[in-house]
């Protein structure tokens, strides 16, 4: 499962369209509301709900956390860990009616993908996070990810890790170089291009390679992308639409280009060195999968203590170093760097993981779809995808 969602379906992204439209005036928390009595103090726990595989663990008893018992030592806040967060819409419908009803959901820190958290920041169902107790935030996050459009001044969210949606391909089986977006619509690939299924992963992308400032499409601009990716179906370029299943098409050799997630890449290069990753001349989405404390958490403090904690650069260093995502803690390289062990300091030269300059100026965060702009625009991707 991805861990940034697939929409396929109108399904639940259409209930969670119509909630975030029509049911706003319901559903809204106003940001006097959102507060509950924090319990911190007196009180040294905290549940802390995050994906599966998303944490480093030890190799000898994976039951253990090492960054995050190290926290637990250093504060005396015994943390609750749930993977319990298997899909973005399927969690919203899961702590949903709690929220809109002004209740508590049982958990003081949740990891949400950027998309999802957009819609929680505009229902006022998170609370803004006290930056003065966030030393390490303020310091060490990526300027990169500082100023989402969906949550301005990062008032409410804080990257746990962040990627990119860029093309990856077979470098030695397609026999050439990809460096552009439109490289993939050349003869050579007719039938051996997949695109992502979900909305949300897929439009970036194909935006940017119309020369789009992603920061601030327009419908004219998704209209356009539509029109020409069903076009693309409809000739049989595209050979189909995937998941995370896009890795065995990749890794086989039955595709030889691909939207595709950089933290995959890094994955399938250890098999199989012939896969390259590109971030396009045109560019590609930088993308985070983000830290929030929903409204009424009884452990707020707690909640920021740790969020911090995970800023600190050798404990970003540590995490990043097992999970392999893009760090957002550019100042955890040179920890890495350090390291007596040459494939943890390798990782620190890896731009997948701490992208260098040039791939850094190519990087941009999508504005996301409006509620108002989702149904019918998920509507029409999904007649896309379903062709």
């Not at 992204?13 to 119509?18: I, N």
């Not at 009180?43 to 802390?48: G, I, N, P, V």
């Not at 993977?83 to 899961?94: A, M, P, Y």
């Not at 494939?343 to 996301?368: G, N, Q, V, Y």
Request: one cysteine or more; proline letters at 4%; glycine letters at 6%.
């Amino acid at each position: 499962m991805s861990r940034r969602s697939l929409l396929r379906a109108l399904g639940a992204g259409a209930a969670g369209a119509a909630l975030a439209g029509c049911g706003v005036p319901a559903a809204f928390v106003e940001p006097g509301k959102r507060a509950g009595r924090d319990r911190s103090a007196t009180d040294r726990t905290l549940h802390f709900a995050n994906w599966p595989l998303y944490i480093d663990t030890d190799e000898d008893d994976e039951s253990k956390r090492p960054t995050l018992d190290a926290f637990s030592e250093r504060t005396g806040i015994s943390v609750t860990y749930t993977e319990e967060i298997n899909d973005n819409d399927e969690f919203f419908g899961k702590i949903s009616p709690a929220l809109m009803n002004h209740q508590e959901t049982g958990r003081d820190l949740v990891v949400i993908s950027d998309w999802m958290a957009a819609r929680f920041v505009r229902l006022g169902w998170v609370q803004e996070m006290d930056r003065a107790r966030q030393p390490n935030v303020v310091k060490h996050l990526d300027p990169l990810l500082r100023t989402p459009a969906f949550d301005e001044g990062r008032l409410h969210s804080v990257p746990w890790q962040s990627g990119i949606t860029g093309i990856a391909y077979n470098r030695k089986k397609l026999g050439r170089e990809i460096r552009s977006t439109n490289e993939l619509w050349a003869d050579d690939l007719r039938g051996r291009v997949t695109l992502l299924s979900g909305l949300d992963e897929s439009f970036a992308l194909l935006m940017q390679g119309n020369g789009v400032d992603i920061t601030r499409w327009t419908a004219d601009d998704f209209h356009e992308i539509c029109e020409q990716t069903e076009e693309r179906v409809r000739s049989k370029h595209i050979r189909r639409f995937t998941g995370n299943d896009y890795i065995k098409d990749l890794a086989t050799g039955d595709v030889l280009a691909c939207q595709a997630y950089s933290g995959d890449v890094i994955q399938l290069q250890a098999d199989n060195p012939d896969i390259a990753f590109v971030v396009p001349e045109e560019g590609a989405e930088l993308w985070a999968e983000s830290l929030m404390i929903p409204n009424l958490a009884r452990h707020k403090r707690n909640a920021e203590r740790l969020v911090d904690h995970y800023y600190d650069p050798e404990v970003a260093a540590e995490l990043a170093a097992w999970v392999n995502y893009v760090c957002p803690v550019p100042a955890a390289r040179d920890v890495l760097a350090s390291a007596k062990d040459e494939e943890t300091a390798a990782l620190a030269e890896d731009p997948l993981i701490f992208p260098d300059d040039a791939m850094r100026k190519r990087l941009a965060i999508a504005r996301d779809i409006t509620s108002e702009e989702r149904m019918d625009f998920a509507k029409k991707w999904n007649s896309i995808v379903g062709l």
